[in-house]
Protein backbone atom coordinates (compact mmCIF):
# COMPACT_ATOMS: atom_id res chain seq x y z
CA UNK A 1 0.00 0.00 0.00
CA UNK A 2 1.47 3.11 -1.12
CA UNK A 3 2.13 5.95 1.68
CA UNK A 4 -0.17 8.60 1.89
CA UNK A 5 1.28 11.72 0.25
CA UNK A 6 2.56 14.68 2.50
CA UNK A 7 2.66 18.62 2.25
CA UNK A 8 5.46 20.17 0.70
CA UNK A 9 7.05 22.79 2.82
CA UNK A 10 6.17 25.18 0.12
CA UNK A 11 2.78 25.12 1.81
CA UNK A 12 3.88 25.88 5.64
CA UNK A 13 3.27 29.36 6.55
CA UNK A 14 6.24 31.40 5.92
CA UNK A 15 7.95 31.90 9.30
CA UNK A 16 8.72 27.86 8.97
CA UNK A 17 9.94 27.39 5.97
CA UNK A 18 13.99 27.03 6.12
CA UNK A 19 14.68 29.10 3.16
CA UNK A 20 12.78 31.90 4.58
CA UNK A 21 13.92 31.88 7.98
CA UNK A 22 17.42 31.65 6.59
CA UNK A 23 16.68 35.28 5.07
CA UNK A 24 15.27 36.29 8.14
CA UNK A 25 17.44 35.10 11.16
CA UNK A 26 20.30 33.59 9.51
CA UNK A 27 21.52 30.86 8.64
CA UNK A 28 22.97 29.86 12.43
CA UNK A 29 19.21 29.60 13.35
CA UNK A 30 18.32 26.66 11.13
CA UNK A 31 18.90 22.34 12.25
CA UNK A 32 20.88 20.11 10.61
CA UNK A 33 18.02 19.04 8.81
CA UNK A 34 16.60 22.45 7.81
CA UNK A 35 19.84 23.84 6.22
CA UNK A 36 20.16 20.30 4.08
CA UNK A 37 17.08 20.67 3.19
CA UNK A 38 17.90 23.96 1.50
CA UNK A 39 20.45 21.86 -0.57
CA UNK A 40 17.89 19.38 -1.94
CA UNK A 41 15.37 21.81 -2.12
CA UNK A 42 12.96 18.36 -2.66
CA UNK A 43 11.21 15.63 -0.50
CA UNK A 44 9.66 12.41 -1.96
CA UNK A 45 6.00 11.73 -2.07
CA UNK A 46 5.80 10.41 1.60
CA UNK A 47 8.80 12.39 2.75
CA UNK A 48 9.02 16.13 2.68
CA UNK A 49 12.66 17.81 2.28
CA UNK A 50 13.90 18.40 6.42
CA UNK A 51 12.47 14.79 6.78
CA UNK A 52 13.96 13.15 3.67
CA UNK A 53 17.42 15.23 5.18
CA UNK A 54 16.87 14.05 8.91
CA UNK A 55 16.83 10.46 7.09
CA UNK A 56 20.23 10.83 5.52
CA UNK A 57 22.10 12.51 8.21
CA UNK A 58 20.69 9.58 10.97
CA UNK A 59 22.19 7.26 7.97
CA UNK A 60 25.36 8.86 7.63
CA UNK A 61 26.12 10.01 11.19
CA UNK A 62 26.08 13.32 10.83
CA UNK A 63 26.77 16.41 8.26
CA UNK A 64 31.20 15.76 8.70
CA UNK A 65 30.33 12.00 7.54
CA UNK A 66 27.51 12.56 4.79
CA UNK A 67 30.08 15.51 2.74
CA UNK A 68 32.10 12.14 2.87
CA UNK A 69 30.21 9.54 1.82
CA UNK A 70 30.29 8.48 -2.11
CA UNK A 71 27.11 7.80 -4.37
CA UNK A 72 27.27 4.16 -3.40
CA UNK A 73 27.21 5.03 0.51
CA UNK A 74 24.01 6.77 -0.04
CA UNK A 75 22.00 4.88 -2.89
CA UNK A 76 19.67 3.00 -0.61
CA UNK A 77 17.93 6.41 0.79
CA UNK A 78 15.32 6.55 -1.17
CA UNK A 79 14.79 10.17 -2.96
CA UNK A 80 18.63 11.34 -2.89
CA UNK A 81 20.10 10.42 -5.99
CA UNK A 82 23.04 11.67 -8.36
CA UNK A 83 21.92 15.33 -8.94
CA UNK A 84 20.95 15.72 -5.15
CA UNK A 85 24.68 14.17 -4.56
CA UNK A 86 26.32 16.12 -6.85
CA UNK A 87 25.06 19.38 -4.88
CA UNK A 88 26.39 18.05 -2.34
CA UNK A 89 30.08 17.66 -3.64
CA UNK A 90 29.93 20.61 -4.92
CA UNK A 91 28.76 22.37 -1.87
CA UNK A 92 31.98 20.24 0.20
CA UNK A 93 34.62 21.62 -2.61
CA UNK A 94 33.42 25.17 -2.26
CA UNK A 95 34.30 24.93 1.91
CA UNK A 96 37.93 23.13 0.44
CA UNK A 97 38.50 26.18 -1.57
CA UNK A 98 37.45 28.52 0.71
CA UNK A 99 39.30 27.51 3.08
CA UNK A 100 42.63 26.78 0.63
CA UNK A 101 42.45 30.53 0.16
CA UNK A 102 42.42 31.49 3.83
CA UNK A 103 45.09 29.66 4.28
CA UNK A 104 46.74 32.26 2.26
CA UNK A 105 45.83 34.93 4.33
CA UNK A 106 48.44 34.74 6.88
CA UNK A 107 51.53 32.62 8.21
CA UNK A 108 50.41 28.92 8.18
CA UNK A 109 51.44 28.45 11.95
CA UNK A 110 49.18 31.50 12.63
CA UNK A 111 45.87 29.16 11.21
CA UNK A 112 46.15 26.21 12.86
CA UNK A 113 42.11 25.90 13.20
CA UNK A 114 41.75 26.90 9.38
CA UNK A 115 44.77 24.63 8.40
CA UNK A 116 43.11 21.88 10.78
CA UNK A 117 39.60 22.03 8.80
CA UNK A 118 41.13 22.38 5.18
CA UNK A 119 43.30 19.12 6.11
CA UNK A 120 40.38 17.02 7.16
CA UNK A 121 38.40 18.16 4.22
CA UNK A 122 40.99 17.81 1.81
CA UNK A 123 42.53 14.08 3.45
CA UNK A 124 40.72 13.54 6.76
CA UNK A 125 37.47 11.65 5.30
CA UNK A 126 40.01 9.37 2.95
CA UNK A 127 39.69 5.66 3.30
CA UNK A 128 43.61 5.21 2.61
CA UNK A 129 46.46 6.76 3.72
CA UNK A 130 48.06 10.04 1.59
CA UNK A 131 51.10 12.18 2.70
CA UNK A 132 50.78 15.66 1.61
CA UNK A 133 52.94 18.92 1.80
CA UNK A 134 52.21 22.44 2.63
CA UNK A 135 55.21 24.17 0.95
CA UNK A 136 55.91 27.89 2.95
CA UNK A 137 57.99 30.61 1.53
CA UNK A 138 60.72 32.86 3.73
CA UNK A 139 57.59 34.00 5.99
CA UNK A 140 55.93 31.17 6.34
CA UNK A 141 53.09 32.14 4.00
CA UNK A 142 51.70 29.09 1.60
CA UNK A 143 52.65 29.14 -1.55
CA UNK A 144 51.27 25.62 -2.72
CA UNK A 145 49.59 22.69 -0.93
CA UNK A 146 50.10 19.10 -2.65
CA UNK A 147 49.75 15.67 -1.91
CA UNK A 148 52.98 13.83 -2.89
CA UNK A 149 52.21 10.46 -2.27
CA UNK A 150 49.31 8.15 -1.96
CA UNK A 151 49.13 4.19 0.00
CA UNK A 152 46.67 1.48 1.35
CA UNK A 153 44.70 1.83 4.29
CA UNK A 154 47.15 1.54 6.90
CA UNK A 155 50.58 2.67 5.10
CA UNK A 156 52.39 4.78 2.70
CA UNK A 157 55.80 4.94 1.04
CA UNK A 158 57.86 8.02 1.25
CA UNK A 159 60.76 9.00 -0.80
CA UNK A 160 62.59 11.47 0.66
CA UNK A 161 64.48 12.60 -2.31
CA UNK A 162 61.12 13.27 -3.98
CA UNK A 163 60.33 15.79 -1.00
CA UNK A 164 63.46 17.38 -1.59
CA UNK A 165 62.75 17.89 -5.00
CA UNK A 166 59.42 19.51 -4.80
CA UNK A 167 60.79 21.49 -2.33
CA UNK A 168 63.52 22.71 -3.95
CA UNK A 169 61.43 23.22 -7.14
CA UNK A 170 59.48 25.78 -5.31
CA UNK A 171 61.85 27.90 -3.39
CA UNK A 172 60.41 26.99 -0.11
CA UNK A 173 61.78 27.97 3.29
CA UNK A 174 59.86 25.68 5.06
CA UNK A 175 57.37 22.78 5.33
CA UNK A 176 54.55 21.32 7.18
CA UNK A 177 53.67 17.78 6.53
CA UNK A 178 50.30 16.27 6.71
CA UNK A 179 49.13 13.01 6.29
CA UNK A 180 45.78 10.87 7.32
CA UNK A 181 44.50 7.95 9.66
CA UNK A 182 41.79 6.20 7.95
CA UNK A 183 41.30 3.97 10.89
CA UNK A 184 40.21 7.21 12.87
CA UNK A 185 43.20 7.04 15.42
CA UNK A 186 45.20 10.65 15.30
CA UNK A 187 48.29 9.66 18.07
CA UNK A 188 51.58 8.88 15.95
CA UNK A 189 53.19 5.69 15.41
CA UNK A 190 56.71 5.42 15.93
CA UNK A 191 57.18 4.95 11.90
CA UNK A 192 55.64 8.36 11.69
CA UNK A 193 58.15 10.21 14.51
CA UNK A 194 61.04 8.22 12.99
CA UNK A 195 60.01 9.32 9.48
CA UNK A 196 59.13 13.16 10.66
CA UNK A 197 62.48 12.97 12.32
CA UNK A 198 64.34 11.59 9.48
CA UNK A 199 63.25 14.30 7.11
CA UNK A 200 63.69 17.02 9.72
CA UNK A 201 67.36 16.25 9.18
CA UNK A 202 67.11 15.82 5.47
CA UNK A 203 65.58 19.13 4.97
CA UNK A 204 68.14 21.05 7.71
CA UNK A 205 70.94 19.91 5.99
CA UNK A 206 69.33 22.38 2.48
CA UNK A 207 67.79 25.06 4.82
CA UNK A 208 64.43 23.82 4.98
CA UNK A 209 62.58 24.01 8.14
CA UNK A 210 59.70 21.32 8.86
CA UNK A 211 57.51 23.25 11.36
CA UNK A 212 54.89 20.66 11.70
CA UNK A 213 53.73 17.24 11.14
CA UNK A 214 49.90 16.99 10.81
CA UNK A 215 48.11 14.28 11.03
CA UNK A 216 44.08 13.86 10.70
CA UNK A 217 41.52 11.94 10.90
CA UNK A 218 37.43 12.38 9.79
CA UNK A 219 37.08 13.73 12.94
CA UNK A 220 40.19 14.55 15.13
CA UNK A 221 43.68 15.93 14.95
CA UNK A 222 47.19 15.94 16.06
CA UNK A 223 50.03 18.16 15.72
CA UNK A 224 53.67 17.10 16.10
CA UNK A 225 54.64 20.78 17.15
CA UNK A 226 51.86 20.77 20.10
CA UNK A 227 52.95 17.62 21.50
CA UNK A 228 56.76 18.52 21.24
CA UNK A 229 57.78 15.83 18.73
CA UNK A 230 59.46 18.99 17.01
CA UNK A 231 62.24 20.58 18.08
CA UNK A 232 61.72 24.76 17.93
CA UNK A 233 64.76 25.50 15.26
CA UNK A 234 63.66 29.03 14.30
CA UNK A 235 60.34 28.24 13.82
CA UNK A 236 59.36 31.97 15.43
CA UNK A 237 60.51 33.77 12.43
CA UNK A 238 57.85 31.79 10.98
Known amino acids: MAQPSRPSIRHWPTNMRPRERLLDEGAQSLSNAELLSI ?4 GTPSRNAIELSSDILQHCGGIHSLLSCSMEDLRHIHGLGLSKWSQLQAAKEIVRRASLEKLHERPLLKSQATTREFLQATIGHLDHEVFACFFLDQSGYLIEFK ?7 DQTLIYPRQIVKEALQRNASAVIFAHNHPNGI ?15 KLLKSIEISVLDHIIVTINTYYSFLDGGQLKNEGFDKF
Do not use: E, H, M, V
Not at 39 to 42: L, S
Not at 189 to 197: E, G, M, V
Open 39 to 42: FIRT
Open 186 to 200: ASPSQADLRLTNQLQ
Open 147 to 153: ILFRGST
